[in-house]
């Protein structure tokens, strides 16, 4: 199973908070992206919550992908093929996108068509409380953020067959708060039939050993690489190679 | 003076240039990104990356103009060519994703995996060629795969490296020595990739800066 980092960027700058709340700024990107080298972490996805588009921010994201000597994923403000285009060019690995799925499906399909399915994950924003007994996905666009069906995403998702798809537990995001059971249930009855990428509130290497024997085929860490301890304070990390070691055993060797 | 031998990363539109020129530039060599390879480049290491469909490499590789000079050049004994990921499948003769010719520079075609899915993901390569020694060999280093297809090459002597994938053992770096073909991704793999770049290139008399 793979250890996926995740991290935030308003624009250029490098920020976590809780619940896509309350950023603050944790570090220069691209130092911190030369750390995740030396931790030789499985995989990280940068994702983009400011307003700046690829072309906008291309030397710099350019630069970080330069730097990162594992797969990178890309997420966030996507709007047009040129962007999809944009970020390729700079030698991203992979595309993730979440309210895509339900706002311009026609993205998924170009990249699909021109990159493959292996250069696809397809996320879904998860909100844990029920209404009405109807679990509901968030989705949102620069105008609006809707609630919708997370079976129906769920659905629409598996009908693209994208390399992964990546299901966050909103409620989560950014907590450390351990997992939350009725979420994970949720995910691991969707990681049945699909490959699933496990995310939110992430706390310890014991969450992420829950996870595995789950057989999710991954999970995202964000805070957790970021933050150390009750206050939070400023610490990048990854499990140890030891511990990486035991998520490893039963690999294709 | 001897002259360095000349590194050149091909940016015919499609592959991973920038990421992989940075590779071989972290490791200390001095790299060039090109669009079109001249004549002045016959005695260079050339590295062939690719993402994306046989056929539309095939094809770029035309419409850029390196085609037939890759063809030629690499008949000539101080070129090497590096071919990563798809740039390794562009080597071979034909493909079954496609109907256009490859290069030929290896007798032997593209396949699909058995599994009919792609294989994404990190995976241990083995080897027990002697050229493998420091790099692979005995080593299991863990390395970064995105393809759904895998060379099958006629000459088993060829391959200097293997890996897996639902059960499937494939090649996943051939080499005669001149020219290479990587089926990962050496320059997303951390330090394991990185010593193999390394390593190639020091076998191709190319000197650190």
């Known amino acids: 199973m793979?250890?996926?980092?995740?991290?935030?960027?308003?624009?250029?700058?490098?920020?976590?908070?809780?619940?896509?709340?309350?950023?603050?700024?944790?570090?220069?990107?691209?130092?911190?992206?030369?750390?995740?080298?030396?931790?030789?972490?499985?995989?990280?996805?940068?994702?983009?919550?400011?307003?700046?588009?690829?072309?906008?921010?291309?030397?710099?994201?350019?630069?970080?992908?330069?730097?990162?000597?594992?797969?990178?994923?890309?997420?966030?403000?996507?709007?047009?093929?040129?962007?999809?285009?944009?970020?390729?060019?700079?030698g991203f690995d992979k595309i993730r996108f979440t309210s895509a799925l339900y706002f311009n499906t026609r993205l998924i399909e170009y990249t699909i068509d021109r990159y493959g399915r292996q250069?696809?994950?397809?996320?879904?924003?998860?909100?844990?409380?029920?209404?009405?007994?109807?679990?509901?996905?968030?989705?949102?666009?620069?105008?609006?953020?809707?609630?919708?069906?997370f079976q129906e995403l769920l659905d629409l998702s598996i009908s693209f067959n994208p390399c992964e798809i990546l299901i966050r537990s909103v409620d989560e995001e950014g907590m450390m708060s351990g997992l939350n059971k009725a979420v994970v249930d949720i995910c691991s009855r969707a990681s049945q039939s699909r490959s699933i990428i496990y995310s939110g509130g992430i706390k310890s290497f014991s969450d992420i050993l829950a996870i595995k024997s789950l057989g999710f085929a991954g999970v995202a860490i964000g805070a957790m690489s970021i933050f150390h301890g009750r206050k939070r304070g400023i610490l990048v990390s990854y499990p140890t190679d030891s511990q990486m070691k035991g998520l490893r055993d039963g690999w294709k060797k | 003076m001897k002259k360095n031998k000349k590194i050149i990363v091909l940016n015919y539109g499609l592959g991973n240039t920038p990421t992989l020129a940075n590779a071989i530039e972290f490791l200390g060599f001095d790299v060039e990104i090109k669009a079109k390879l001249a004549k002045e480049d016959i005695n260079a290491v050339v590295f062939l990356p690719g993402v994306g469909s046989f056929d539309s490499g095939v094809n770029m590789l035309k419409d850029s103009g390196n085609f037939y000079f890759l063809k030629s050049a690499a008949q000539q004994s101080n070129f090497n060519l590096i071919g990563v990921c798809l740039g390794m499948q562009l080597l071979m003769s034909k493909s079954e994703e496609g109907i256009e010719e490859g290069l030929?520079?290896?007798?032997?075609?593209?396949?699909?995996?058995?599994?009919?899915?792609?294989?994404?993901?990190?995976?241990?390569?083995?080897s027990n060629s002697e050229y493998g020694e420091g790099t692979v060999k005995g080593h299991w280093p863990r390395m970064y795969f995105v393809h759904s297809y895998r060379v099958n090459v006629k000459d088993s002597s060829l391959i200097l490296a293997k890996s897996s994938f639902q059960n499937e053992d494939f090649p996943c770096i051939i080499g005669n020595g001149q020219h290479f073909g990587i089926q990962f991704h050496p320059e997303r793999s951390h330090s394991d990739g990185l010593k193999l770049i390394k390593n190639l290139l020091t076998s191709m008399k190319c000197e650190l800066l």
């Not at chain 1, 400011?50 to 630069?63: D, H, W, Y």
């Open chain 2, 104 to 126: 030929g520079i290896f007798d032997g075609d593209v396949i699909a995996l058995k599994a009919n899915q792609a294989n994404v993901g990190w995976n241990y390569v083995y």
């Open chain 1, 2 to 90: 793979r250890v996926i980092v995740e991290v935030l960027l308003n624009n250029d700058r490098l920020v976590k908070g809780m619940r896509f709340k309350n950023h603050i700024y944790v570090g220069d990107p691209e130092n911190i992206i030369r750390l995740y080298n030396e931790l030789k972490i499985d995989e990280l996805v940068i994702c983009q919550i400011g307003t700046l588009s690829p072309a906008e921010n291309k030397r710099f994201l350019m630069r970080l992908s330069e730097q990162a000597f594992m797969p990178v994923c890309y997420a966030g403000n996507l709007k047009s093929v040129e962007d999809i285009d944009e970020i390729f060019s700079m």
């Open chain 1, 119 to 149: 250069a696809v994950v397809l996320g879904i924003d998860l909100i844990s409380s029920l209404w009405r007994s109807v679990l509901r996905a968030r989705v949102c666009n620069k105008k609006n953020i809707k609630l919708v069906s």
